[in-house]
């Protein structure tokens, strides 16, 4: 295979080059057509095309008929994300169990209710049998996110009911997975590392007494153990990133692709497909590499005048991946603040103080004070620039000594819920299936015979 690839490289490439400039639309006509390109206008709103009962994102308000922006508000089922960290914080309780089960039955358990709840994500959290040897060992992908939607399409082939879209089944189905993820992510990536790095092999079955964070924590290290402190900010984490209402491009693909009443797992699949791209799960790992590039270049962290130098060059594409992009900053909703992230700094904080990390802590937070400034003043923009949750999860991944390809799994182990929450809301109200329009802009030709042409 290998051969006829690089046998072809030219032609390959001429190809492409041919196919990619017949792809390529007049921008002009986007305007003419009135089409929401992205789904948004151009102001960035999202074009409305469902209704949800799940999560609420709140970025403005209405004073005197006019939309004003405000500081971020996110809602699970009604209730503010900030109440809900501070709720089981407060008690100093994990929350992500808790939180799950808000997100998929609309309502806060009761402590007898959590209790069964946590016992039945315990039940599922069990491979099928030789599954990890047969599946998650043979052939491991370097990308994380490959391996974890391969496993999600293979497990289909071990359930009896697999097609079956019934609410019961698919809840049976979604609790297997948002049980399952942790073990498919972490356990891809030892056995990649294994096999491609030549590193030690260990796969370390997870607890029944233990949370979801303490467990992730457990079965990726070698000692299998962690602080108090990791495994609370983690499950912090996994909370603020479990749904972010259904427009988000992977969420509004389990929906596309759940009108359709395809089964569970392929719907999930190409959920993780798209929560992979760069531009929505895998921004916080483009953050962690932006930073790792500014500290080569920047002598002084708390010289302002040397990060905002800085990045304006990341602004100007004289730095980094040169892409013209501060990554982090700015978000499809907030304009003002996103609360995901204002939640997350304050635990942030004291995990860096932990690790003995506060100096990176505070480039961070002067980026956070700096890159809204600097992108006002060097781009034209519809609305207000805020640093959103990807800018600080991926500096945590690191402090809790997560491996760069486990970031976007993370985010999955979270999304997971939402997602499936989703599918049920989806089923449920056996909606159309979702198609909208493009509008073709293409003129008729006469077919030519092959020995004419």
């Known amino acids: 295979m290998a051969n006829i690839y690089s046998e072809n490289t030219q032609e390959i490439i001429d190809l492409a080059a041919y196919a990619e400039s017949h792809a390529k639309i007049d921008p002009a006509l986007y305007s003419k057509w009135d089409v929401k390109r992205g789904l948004r206008d151009q102001t960035g709103k999202g074009v409305l095309t469902g209704l949800t009962h799940i999560s609420d994102v709140r970025a403005n308000k209405i004073v005197d008929g006019v939309q004003v922006p405000i500081d971020g508000e996110l809602f699970y089922r009604g209730y503010n994300i900030r109440d809900l960290v501070n709720g089981f914080s407060a008690d100093n309780r994990f929350g992500y169990e808790e939180v799950t089960y808000l997100l998929l039955f609309d309502k806060l358990p009761n402590e007898e209710e959590l ?13 099928p049998t030789s599954f990890v040897r047969d599946i998650i060992m043979k052939a491991p992908s370097r990308d994380m996110m490959n391996t974890l939607a391969r496993s999600v399409l293979t497990l289909y082939s071990y359930d009896e009911k697999d097609d079956d879209i019934s609410i019961p089944n698919v809840l049976r189905q979604s609790l297997q997975l948002i049980s399952l993820f942790p073990l498919l992510s972490v356990y891809g990536y030892q056995a990649y590392r294994h096999y491609h790095d030549n590193k030690s092999l260990y796969i370390h079955s997870p607890k029944e007494n233990l949370s979801t964070a303490e467990n992730i924590l457990r079965i990726l290290r070698p000692d299998k153990s962690y602080t108090p402190l990791e495994a609370r900010i983690l499950d912090v984490a996994l909370v603020l990133h479990m749904e972010h209402g259904g427009g988000n491009n992977s969420t509004f693909t389990t929906h596309v692709v759940t009108s359709t009443h395809t089964d569970t797992y392929s719907a999930i699949a190409a959920a993780l497909g798209s929560l992979k791209g760069p531009r929505h799960g895998g921004a916080n790992l483009k953050v962690v590499d932006m930073i790792a590039d500014m500290k080569k270049e920047i002598k002084d962290w708390k010289d302002e005048d040397e990060v905002s130098a800085y990045l304006r060059k990341l602004l100007r594409g004289e ?15 907030y304009s003002t603040s996103d609360p995901r992230e204002l939640i997350f700094k304050e635990y942030v904080e004291k995990l860096s103080k932990e690790k003995g990390l506060s100096e990176e802590f505070e480039l961070y937070s002067l980026i956070e004070k700096l890159g809204p400034k600097i992108i ?38 979270a999304r997971i819920v939402g ?34 042409r």
């Open 115 to 127: 209790t069964k709840f946590k016992n039945l994500l315990s039940f599922y959290r069990s491979l």
């Open 376 to 413: 006002s003043q060097e781009r034209h923009m519809f609305k207000g620039v805020c640093c959103n949750v990807d800018f600080y999860s991926g500096f945590v991944y690191e402090m809790l000594g997560i491996p760069k390809e486990l970031f976007t799994p993370m985010f999955a182990v």
């Open 419 to 452: 997602w499936s929450a989703h599918r049920i809301e989806e089923l449920s109200n056996n909606g159309k299936i979702i198609r909208p329009a493009y509008k073709p802009v293409i003129t008729d030709e006469q077919y030519v015979a092959l020995s004419n």
């Open 319 to 333: 730095a980094f991946d040169h892409q013209g992009l501060i990554y982090g900053m700015g978000h499809a909703v």
